[in-house]
């Protein structure tokens, strides 16, 4: 009889297409005491919503994405493959298609490119068979694969690191050499203080689908290529004749799942680190160990339970601070900004602000700030060149969103001499074809130059924040007078007037968000918002209590609605409305730079003082903008902790002004009922008078005649 432990697991991943009840998408069979076999159904081009593409190579690399979910479900890599087999349909009844022979067609380049990102270059076994039809007509490709899970036999296997259990090794009789107890198999004992892990710490040897939401189950926000892994971090389970371990272990594979967490979710907003496929060749370099563990850490906030987030935070911060001690580099100051811009978003705002003063020494030392830092390192590619510019920018534009978020430092590197180039486009970086780099003169003579220069996005965001820059001069020295005020309203008002078609939105032209624009265009409606609210006629103080991106700088006196509004006012209104409508562009608000919370504060903060004062038609409007405002930092801080403390305190004065408006509502009909009522009473007794003065007045003639 097969006990439950050996018997063959199936289950069908959400993120692939759910098959016919006629059999399951994936299967984990316990082949040994020490291995598992993972064999998936063929996969095809159909997509998770059920649609077809009638591109041959869009089937193909839709196929490949089910394959990498349906093993990431079962807790494989691609690097576990063992062997493939393609189905090509030889006659489609596209004439053109036909005329190419089937390993001809393009999916072979698709394919290797998967395996040289997924995989490392893993090149298994495969089987290409050309077929009359598959089970149906549009159906023109099918790949299927298995894999195979064993224990390696070292102290510990690779199963239970990756586990994060205990791995406990029985002697060989023969004596000779150790070998697991039971063949290999790795042996977990529970946890000596946690009851509950009793259960947790069951044997690992076959694959369970669980329904239930866990700590230990990887968030929604996770991207489809890696939803539905079984489990992320185990327990820690030590056996009573075991040290315990001050510390788990994070195997390369969880590392791997980190990186690809980072680069999907996080990446785009601080597009500074070398694309993943050019990272991955200096993987194993020392030099780039303290910016992997970083990305490690930011990676997990998006995917991971918060138990690991804050291990991997201990071992990111231990490894820049060693890094920064002992022998900083380039790749020392890219991992001191992406753990900067982590800490920062996830509320520890006094540490990143004393390590961006430090990443900004040890930049200047390094002389990042100047095109030779370069051409001076090894190894020298088109791509690194290009991050090293990157880095240097990313710190101007950082330096410049500390000092207009949180206005407790100051954008010391604004003045800073560079030669540095301008980053060029997303797409052109991440398929290193970079072309030669603009130069700051020709970002300075961009509107006056005869020539018809495009520049991109990242571009675009550094002219916002040399804007933010000026103005924060000027707030900072107390030098704001009208003439001034208006002439940096032109600087704003001449970024946004100016920009090409292409660049009015935050969208690529192919529909994808365009994350350098989207701050850019943030940057330009906060830093209105700084230059004009201080002579903006809107009553701030009930919002004084907000302070979770910066301190509150409300006015003490009393507040007095004004007879008309003046142009600061309608500045800051515009600028806030455009944050509200940024909220609502299409890209899950997780994307977007932590930054953006601080630009969500300030516009919460114009709608409430806006609201406190408003009344009528104009008061719904002014609500649901509040109302839509909460509604994206909620959505925010499931990743960063800074969204949810400014959601706490808006959602408090939002409570508060509602109370008042309702109060001030009941009371308005309970005067306007008092006031009818008395109305009524004054009526009869006036008509009362007035009869009785009739009738002493026909007494009277009555008496005379």
Request: aromatic content about 8%.
């Amino acid at each position: 009889m097969v006990s439950e432990d050996t018997k063959p697991r199936v289950f069908n991943p959400p993120t692939v297409p759910t098959p016919p009840p006629t059999y399951s998408q994936a299967c984990v069979t316990p082949i040994l005491s020490t291995s598992k076999l993972v064999t998936l159904a063929g996969q095809t081009g159909r997509r998770a919503d059920g649609t077809l593409s009638a591109s041959f190579a869009e089937q193909a690399a839709e196929a490949y994405k089910a394959v990498h979910n349906a093993l990431l479900a079962a807790g494989a890599t691609p690097r576990d493959i063992v062997f493939v087999r393609h189905y090509i349909v030889t006659t489609t009844g596209n004439a053109e298609l036909d005329q190419i022979d089937i390993v001809e067609r393009g999916w072979a380049e698709l394919w290797t490119a998967y395996l040289d990102k997924e995989a490392s270059g893993h090149r298994p076994p495969d089987t290409v068979l050309g077929v009359a039809a598959l089970a149906k007509k549009p159906l023109w490709y099918e790949v299927e694969r298995q894999r195979h899970l064993k224990c390696d036999g070292k102290h510990p296997c690779i199963r239970c690191v990756d586990s994060e259990s205990s791995c406990t090794f029985v002697p060989s009789r023969r004596g000779q050499r150790t070998r697991a107890s039971r063949h290999g198999q790795c042996i977990t004992a529970p946890a000596i203080h946690s009851p509950s892990s009793i259960q947790q710490a069951k044997r690992d040897s076959s694959f369970e689908m669980s329904d239930k939401s866990s700590e230990y189950l990887f968030r929604d926000t996770t991207p489809p290529t890696m939803q539905y892994l079984a489990e992320w971090n185990k327990p820690t389970s030590v056996p009573v004749s075991a040290e315990p371990r001050s510390r788990p272990i994070y195997p390369s594979a969880t590392r791997e799942r980190c990186v690809s967490s980072y680069y999907y979710n996080f990446h785009a907003s601080h597009p500074l680190v070398l694309p993943q496929a050019q990272l991955l060749p200096l993987m194993k370099e020392d030099a780039v160990q303290p910016l992997l563990a970083v990305m490690h850490w930011v990676g997990s906030l998006y995917i991971a339970p918060e138990t690991a987030q804050k291990v991997l935070m201990s071992i990111a911060m231990s490894a820049v601070d060693q890094a920064k001690s002992t022998s900083a580099n380039g790749f020392t100051v890219q991992a001191m900004i992406v753990l900067l811009v982590a800490l920062d978003g996830a509320g520890h705002r006094e540490q990143a602000i004393a390590l961006l003063s430090r990443v900004k020494e040890i930049a200047l030392r390094l002389g990042m700030n100047y095109n030779s830092f370069g051409k001076d390192c090894t190894p020298r590619s088109s791509a690194l060149n290009e991050s090293w510019r990157r880095t240097w920018w990313e710190l101007y534009v950082l330096d410049g969103m500390f000092a207009g978020a949180h206005r407790a430092t100051r954008f010391t590197i604004f003045d800073v001499p560079t030669d540095v180039g301008i980053p060029c486009e997303e797409d052109e970086y991440e398929n290193e074809q970079i072309p030669l780099p603009q130069t700051v003169e020709d970002l300075d003579d961009r509107d006056l130059n005869i020539d018809d220069r495009r520049f991109s996005s990242f571009a675009y965001r550094i002219l916002s924040a040399q804007n933010l820059g000026k103005v924060m001069q000027k707030l900072q020295a107390a030098e704001l007078d009208d003439g001034l005020q208006k002439q940096l309203e032109i600087l704003l008002t001449s970024w946004r007037q100016n920009l090409p078609a292409s660049k009015r939105d935050s969208l690529h032209r192919d529909g994808r968000p365009d994350e350098m624009m989207f701050q850019a265009h943030m940057l330009n409606h906060t830093t209105s918002i700084l230059l004009h609210r201080s002579r903006a006629q809107l009553d701030v103080f009930p919002a004084k209590t907000i302070d979770a991106c910066a301190a509150s700088d409300a006015p003490e006196e009393d507040y007095s609605a004004p007879s008309h509004v003046n142009p600061h006012t309608s500045h800051v209104l515009f600028s806030a409305n455009e944050i509200c409508n940024m909220i609502t562009h299409r890209t899950p608000l997780i994307w977007h730079t932590h930054f953006f919370i601080c630009a969500i504060v300030l516009s919460s903060i114009v709608q409430l003082s806006s609201w406190s004062a408003q009344l009528g038609a104009a008061e719904d409007s002014v609500r649901e903008k509040v109302r839509l405002c909460i509604g994206a930092l909620r959505q925010i801080s499931t990743v960063w902790g800074t969204a949810a403390k400014a959601m706490g305190q808006i959602k408090e004065v939002a409570g508060q002004i509602s109370l008042l408006k309702k109060q001030s509502r009941q009371m308005e009909q309970f005067l306007i009922s008092v006031a009818d009522e008395e109305m009524m009473n004054i009526f009869e007794a006036e008509t009362s008078a007035m009869v009785e003065l009739e009738s002493v007045s026909d007494h009277l003639t009555r008496r005379v005649e």
